[in-house]
């Protein structure tokens, strides 16, 4: 009888480790994501495939590669950069997933620059 109980515990604990939460953080890995303007950021459009970047802001368009480590954490680096910060990789953390954005912080190279946002995917 000892042993009933030790088994339908163990099932017991089984059962409620089971997670409904779905993973589905890989969705922001491509598509067409919006940062909007406020919090010192300007408005930027950014397209992403495979492992290349493309981010519009202003007149300006910058092709940035990019690496995911996993689903929470990428590293973005300028093909061509066009001054010395920009030569610098950027670190990408993402901190807090949303139905269509995510929370991140972003650094820069190994400095102790850092950076809160929200990215919205629009694609």
Same mark, same amino acid.
């Given at each position: 009888?000892?042993?009933?109980?030790?088994?339908?515990?163990?099932?017991?604990?089984?059962?409620?480790?089971?997670?409904?939460?779905?993973?589905?953080?890989?969705?922001?890995?491509?598509?067409?994501?919006?940062?909007?303007?406020?919090?010192?950021?300007?408005?930027?459009?950014?397209?992403? #495939?495979?492992?290349?970047?493309?981010?519009?802001?202003?007149?300006?368009?910058?092709?940035?590669?990019?690496?995911? #480590?996993?689903?929470?954490?990428?590293?973005?680096?300028?093909?061509?950069?066009?001054?010395?910060?920009?030569?610098?990789?950027?670190?990408?953390?993402?901190?807090?997933?949303?139905?269509?954005?995510?929370?991140?912080?972003?650094?820069?190279?190994?400095?102790?620059?850092? #950076?809160?946002?929200?990215?919205?995917?629009?694609?």
């Amino acid at each position: 009888m000892k042993n009933f109980f030790y088994l339908l515990f163990g099932i017991l604990v089984l059962n409620s480790c089971n997670s409904e939460f779905k993973d589905n953080s890989d969705k922001f890995k491509e598509g067409v994501f919006e940062i909007p303007a406020g919090d010192n950021f300007v408005k930027e459009t950014i397209i992403r #495939k495979d492992s290349i970047q493309i981010s519009k802001y202003g007149n300006t368009i910058d092709t940035l590669s990019i690496e995911w #480590k996993n689903n929470f954490f990428y590293t973005l680096k300028y093909i061509n950069p066009k001054n010395s910060l920009q030569k610098d990789p950027m670190y990408i953390q993402i901190n807090k997933i949303k139905e269509n954005s995510y929370d991140f912080t972003v650094k820069i190279g190994f400095s102790k620059f850092t #950076k809160k946002g929200t990215i919205y995917k629009v694609q």
